[in-house]
Every structure is written in C-alpha cells, then in structure tokens.
Nanobody, 127 residues
Framework: QVQLVESGGGLVQAGGSLRLSCAAS????????MGWFRQAPGKEREFVAV????????YYTDSVKGRFTISRDNAKNTVTLQMNSLKPEDTAVYYC????????????????????WGQGTQVTVSS
C-alpha cells in the first residue's frame, strides 16, 4: 500500500515555472517507477513523464520535452516535476503515480500500468 501526496501546484503566467513534488509513504520507494499524468476538464488523463526504478532513466511526452524535468530522491521518497516555459495548454490537474512492475516505454505511458495514484494538484497557466 502506497500513499502519494502531490504539492506545488498554483497559478503562473505563460513562460513561468513551477515545481511539483510527490511524497510517497512506501519505504521501498526505490522499487517503484514514478510517473506524472495530467488531466484537463473534459479531457482524458494524459501521460507526462516517468522515471525508472533503479536506473533513473526518464521518458517524456513530446509536448513537454525540453521544458519539463522529472527527478527522484529515493532517500526522501519523493519525485519532482520541474516545469519551465509553461504554456496555457499545460493547465490541468497533475497526478503522480507509482508502478511496481517492469514495462516497455509504450506501456509505461498508460494509466493501467500504475498501481497507486495521488489526489492531484492544480496547475493553471494564464496567457
């Protein structure tokens, strides 16, 4: 059983930055891949980024490459999403998620791969 709590959301102007953080209760945090998803009103939940368990390899959806950076601190059981050059289309509720199973790049972009989800944090980017 893993509890995930997101924080760091807020309102920023286009071009600004935000840093989201997800705190996990799991003591074996290193065994979980950690992902970030987002969901805007009326839209399906969308993959944003993921970081692997042991190697720290990252993967991003094309729309955020070069702007967002996912990282993890295994000692503190946290995963972070640094968001730069924010655009209005980045506006959404952002969710962190944890997965315990190995998977290909394609599979780890799907919501079904993840075992646990946080409650989300709102990110609003004004134009």
């Amino acid at each position: 059983q893993v509890q995930l709590v997101e924080s760091g959301g807020g309102l920023v102007q286009a071009g600004g930055s935000l840093r989201l953080s997800c705190a996990a209760s799991e003591r074996t945090f290193r065994a979980y891949a950690m992902g970030w998803f987002r969901q805007a009103p009326g839209k399906e939940r969308e993959f944003v980024a993921v970081i692997s368990r042991s190697t720290g390899i990252t993967y991003y959806t094309d729309s955020v490459k070069g702007r967002f950076t996912i990282s993890r601190d295994n000692a503190k059981n946290t995963v972070t999403l640094q968001m730069n050059s924010l655009k209005p289309e980045d506006t959404a509720v952002y969710y962190c998620a944890a997965a315990s199973r190995p998977a290909s790049t394609v599979i780890m972009t799907t919501t079904l791969w993840y075992d646990y989800w946080g409650q989300g944090t709102q990110v609003t980017v004004s134009s």
